[in-house]
Each structure stands twice: as structure tokens, then as C-alpha cells.
């Protein structure tokens, strides 16, 4: 009934070391571009860039209340971060550390294009190759051989996927399917690699698709 709190009234996060944001206990959340995030990253950051619908997947995938700290390159993208993340009601950014500053381990996220996407999927029988766009999206028209397991649900329906086996992830442009990179390396997955361009540029590469009436399960 009260209302959120007044933007003036949230505390601003405060900067971090590379030990302090490497051992910070929540979640850590590099706001930066698909391509800059796979080349490298803090361990077990999620990747939502500031560029795509930021809010929208922030709010879908952050439990309001959960600790937060911020990966970005420079403080606009830090201070962005934080405003746009308060207007969902996310208040709880703590920290941050800009890239330049992180001295720490990494991890990295293969970036393929569509052509060597569609080579290797081809040829590695184990491969898994999953789009992550809603039902609707994926029916429309995807990658030949993928199977439909959408974001907003991935978290729940990743049983059907073996972490041990190479994982190509697919969505229309590239921003979502490195949001889901980001959760499957959470999750343990050892070789995942993040589509660029997406099935906009498989489509305009004049690759293999296929539609169907419904979402088909994982294999």
C-alpha cells in the first residue's frame, strides 16, 4: 500500500574488489553486450544486456529481495543498471565493479556464427541444439534440428538437456540465448556456445529451417 521507495531513498551500490564481487554471496549481473560477456566474464555471472529488454528479463529472472551486484564496463552503464533495475523493484544492488578493475578468474562463452552452427550441429551426433524463443516464435520458423525449450522456463526444463554434451543455444537475435548460456554455465554445463545473430541471421544465411504447429520437447 505504501508504494516503492523513493529512488533518492535507495542506498547506491559501492565498489567492489575482484575477491569481494568474486565471493559475493547473491548474484552477480553483467549488464554488458552478448559478445563482450562470452569473451570474458566473472564465473557464474548472468548475462542480461542493458541493450536488449533489460527490465523485462531482469524482472522475469530476479526474485525481488535478491542480493545484487553489477558487472559492467563504466559507471553510465553501472548507474543505468541500477535506475532501470529500480523501477522493477529490484532495490537491493549493493555493488558493482567495472571490468577494467577485475583482476580475478574468467570464464568464457564460445560466440559461433550460423554457418559453423549449423556445420557442427551437423556433424557431432551428442550435439544438443535448443532454441530458447516462446512456443509461438519457434513454430513460426528455427533452425533446423534444435528443440524448443523457452527462457522464461529453461530454469525448470533443463533435466531434459545433458550438461555433459556440447549445447548450442539459439534465439532471434543472439541477446536471449547468452541470457541462457549464463544460466546453463550456472547450472554446470560444460561446452555451450551462444548462436550470434540468431535465427534472424540463420534465415538470412539461407540455412536449413523448419516450422511446426507446437514446440517440440528437447531430446
Known amino acids: 500500500l505504501e508504494g516503492p521507495a523513493s529512488f533518492d531513498d535507495i542506498a547506491t551500490p559501492e565498489a567492489l574488489t575482484s575477491d569481494e564481487i568474486a565471493n559475493f554471496d547473491g548474484v552477480v549481473l553483467d549488464v554488458r553486450p552478448a559478445a563482450v560477456y562470452g569473451a570474458a566474464h566473472i564465473p557464474n555471472a548472468i548475462n542480461i544486456g542493458l541493450r536488449g529488454k533489460f527490465a523485462t528479463w531482469a524482472g522475469t529472472f530476479i526474485t525481488i529481495g535478491t542480493a545484487l551486484a553489477i558487472a559492467a564496463d563504466t559507471q553510465e552503464e553501472v548507474d543505468e543498471a541500477f535506475m532501470r533495475l529500480a523501477r522493477v523493484g529490484i532495490e537491493t544492488v549493493s555493488g558493482f565493479i567495472l571490468m577494467k578493475d577485475y583482476s580475478g578468474e574468467t570464464r568464457s562463452i564460445d560466440q559461433i556464427q550460423v554457418g559453423d552452427a549449423s556445420s557442427r550441429t551437423g556433424k557431432?551426433?551428442?550435439?544438443?541444439?535448443?532454441?530458447?524463443?516462446?512456443?509461438?516464435?519457434?513454430?513460426?520458423?528455427?533452425?533446423?534440428?534444435?528443440?524448443?525449450?523457452?527462457?522464461?522456463?529453461?530454469?525448470?526444463?533443463?533435466?531434459?538437456?545433458?550438461?555433459?554434451?556440447?549445447?548450442?543455444?539459439?534465439?532471434?537475435?543472439?541477446?536471449?540465448?547468452?541470457?541462457?548460456?549464463?544460466?546453463?554455465?550456472?547450472?554446470?554445463?560444460?561446452?555451450?556456445?551462444?548462436?550470434?545473430?540468431?535465427?534472424?541471421?540463420?534465415?538470412?544465411?539461407?540455412?536449413?529451417?523448419?516450422?511446426?504447429?507446437?514446440?517440440?520437447?528437447?531430446s
Not at 533452425?143 to 524448443?148: D, E, I, L, R, V
Open 124 to 218: 557431432e551426433e551428442n550435439a544438443q541444439f535448443v532454441d530458447v524463443r516462446q512456443p509461438g516464435e519457434y513454430g513460426s520458423g528455427h533452425a533446423g534440428k534444435t528443440s524448443n525449450l523457452p527462457l522464461n522456463t529453461l530454469s525448470r526444463e533443463m533435466d531434459a538437456l545433458d550438461p555433459e554434451l556440447p549445447t548450442y543455444v539459439i534465439c532471434q537475435t543472439g541477446y536471449r540465448s547468452s541470457l541462457a548460456t549464463s544460466i546453463l554455465e550456472n547450472a554446470g554445463f560444460r561446452a555451450i556456445y551462444n548462436v550470434t545473430g540468431g535465427t534472424s541471421a540463420w534465415i538470412g544465411a539461407g540455412l536449413e529451417t523448419e516450422t511446426s504447429n507446437a514446440a517440440c520437447g528437447a
